[in-house]
């Protein structure tokens, strides 16, 4: 067996292995899903959750229930994403002077308690501090130019929550106070090309996503009990 073929199926058997543990928990990556609101007024003045957060949910129900992960979806946005993200990454080592030895890439998926978690895309060094790193490689470029224009983790609140709550939650689950979000796109001229900023932990923020979840696990559990044991048809 070749190196190539040896990479190959070790590559297949960690991402497995990183699908298993994230069955049916919350992570960082649909963080932003939770807190979407509804539509109507009263809906949200009485706390319900959104159409979003609760399909969510519903898919963690049923990664319990089934034993396989509802997020498989597969498009050309992914595609573009997963096929650029290395490179991206490589870049990124290079901008900011990460060492070879202090520079770990998708290091996995990891438990924040017993029904959430994180995937970070990287762990690098920068001015001899350890740091995570999101980056995103955009199919759509207009997004990669709004990309661009963050230099805050406010900044990244405001062009794209969905990111925000996902690095949050990333310093959340690894204990670290701050993270790189970057974004490349090999699509642009040089100097354009990959654009990167430090985002900070925000506390409050983080504490609304412990509490936010906490509530999106026992709405889990009630549906996966009434699902599971309340048989109306008997």
Same mark, same amino acid.
């Given at each position: 067996? +070749? ?9 297949? @058997? &960690?991402?497995?292995? /990183? ?5 049916? !928990?919350?992570? #960082?990556?649909?963080? #932003?899903?939770? $807190? ?12 319900? /959750? ?9 898919? @963690? ?6 034993? &396989?992960? &509802? ?25 900011? *002077? ?14 924040? +308690?017993?029904?959430? *978690? ?49 690095? &949050? ?7 670290? #106070? ?5 974004? $490349? ?28 979840? =906490? ?9 996966? +009990? =009434? /699902?599971?044991?309340? +048989? !109306?048809?008997?």
């Amino acid at each position: 067996m +070749n190196n190539y073929t040896k990479e190959l199926f070790e590559s297949i @058997k &960690q991402n497995t292995a /990183w699908d298993v543990a994230r069955l049916g !928990k919350f992570t #960082g990556s649909r963080l #932003g899903d939770l $807190f979407t609101q509804p539509k109507t007024k009263t809906a949200q003045e009485a706390g319900e /959750w959104s159409k979003t957060a609760e399909t969510y949910i519903l898919s @963690k129900v049923m990664e319990i229930v089934t034993g &396989q992960s &509802q997020d498989g979806a597969s498009s050309a946005a992914i595609d573009h994403g997963n096929e650029w993200e290395e490179t991206a990454l490589l870049e990124l080592q290079k901008a900011i *002077g990460s060492p070879d030895e202090k520079t770990h890439l998708r290091p996995g998926f990891k438990l924040f +308690n017993e029904y959430s *978690g994180a995937s970070p895309d990287a762990f690098m060094q920068l001015n001899d501090t350890k740091i995570g790193v999101e980056i995103k490689c955009p199919y759509n470029p207009i997004n990669h130019y709004h990309h661009c224009k963050i230099q805050s983790e406010a900044d990244l609140k405001a062009i794209n929550s969905d990111y925000y709550w996902q690095v &949050q939650m990333n310093m959340l689950t690894y204990e670290l #106070g701050a993270w790189i979000f970057a974004s $490349f796109d090999p699509r642009q001229p040089e100097h354009r090309r990959l654009h990167w900023t430090i985002c900070y932990a925000v506390p409050e923020d983080m504490q609304l996503a412990i509490d936010v979840m =906490e509530k999106a696990k026992h709405y889990r559990d009630q549906i996966l +009990n =009434e /699902w599971m044991f309340n +048989n !109306k048809n008997k």
